[in-house]
T-cell receptor
Framework: EAEVAQSPRYKITEKSQAVAFWCDPI?????LYWYRQILGQGPELLVQ????????DSQLPKDRFSAERLKGVDSTLKIQPAELGDSAMYLC?????????????FGQGTRLTVV | GENVEQHPSTLSVQEGDSAVIKCTYS??????FPWYKQELGKGPQLIID?????GEKKDQRIAVTLNKTAKHFSLHITETQPEDSAVYFC??????????FGKGTSLLVTP
């Protein structure tokens, strides 16, 4: 069964360091999302791609976060410098994006701890 | 933007009983409402969804209902089992084709 792949599963980093997460969506899925999930809360959208283009990054803290999807397939989310408040689960999801009712499938996430 | 409210935040039931989780949304243009189950340390897993052209959908022990006029939708789990214990999230698709999530319901099914 096709699935969204994310790596690493866990990451511990010191504050002020740089950290990067990788996501490989389900093959053929044009839409890719990065969500952040703080413990005990629901996922919140950080950035949305349609192919290689950013559709929505209004909630992305652009002073320290960046995201790219250069070839319209896999994607990287970077944080530099990391802050204590960035500790969370970072989830990637993908969908075909062909209509407003297509399912979105999530990866297992990357659990980030900033110390 | 889209606001999704979810209740209750925690729910404890005995094995075999039913569990109901309710959500409301604010954007009348939303027409897709999925439910996700999230187990500890894992990503959310889609378990069922409903589109605005239907009022109810059932898949074995799980059912969802949608009332577009009142802007609320619900998840019903019948004959609950211990393996149903997890956090459940409702969501609504916004005008930008991204999901807005509720805060989650932690369901505990006790034997």
């Amino acid at each position: 069964e096709a699935e969204v792949a994310q790596s690493p599963r866990y990451k511990i980093t010191e504050k002020s360091q740089a950290v990067a997460f990788w996501c490989d969506p389900i093959s053929g899925h044009a839409t890719l999302y990065w969500y952040r999930q703080i413990l005990g809360q629901g996922p919140e959208l950080l950035v949305q791609f349609q192919d290689e283009s950013v559709v929505d990054d209004s909630q992305l803290p652009k002073d320290r976060f960046s995201a790219e999807r250069l070839k319209g397939v896999d994607s990287t989310l970077k944080i530099q410098p990391a802050e204590l408040g960035d500790s969370a689960m970072y989830l990637c999801a993908s969908s075909t994006g062909q209509s407003r009712t297509t399912e979105a499938f999530f990866g297992q996430g990357t659990r980030l701890t900033v110390v | 933007g889209e606001n999704v409210e979810q209740h209750p935040s925690t729910l404890s039931v005995q094995e075999g009983d039913s569990a109901v989780i309710k959500c409301t949304y604010s954007d009348s243009a939303s027409n897709y409402f999925p439910w996700y189950k999230q187990e500890l340390g894992k990503g959310p897993q889609l378990i069922i969804d409903i589109r605005s052209n239907v009022g109810e959908k059932k898949d074995q022990r799980i059912a969802v209902t949608l009332n577009k006029t009142a802007k609320h939708f619900s998840l019903h789990i019948t004959e609950t089992q211990p393996e149903d214990s997890a956090v459940y999230f409702c969501a609504a698709l916004n005008s930008g084709y991204a999901l807005n999530f509720g805060k989650g319901t932690s369901l505990l099914v006790t034997p």
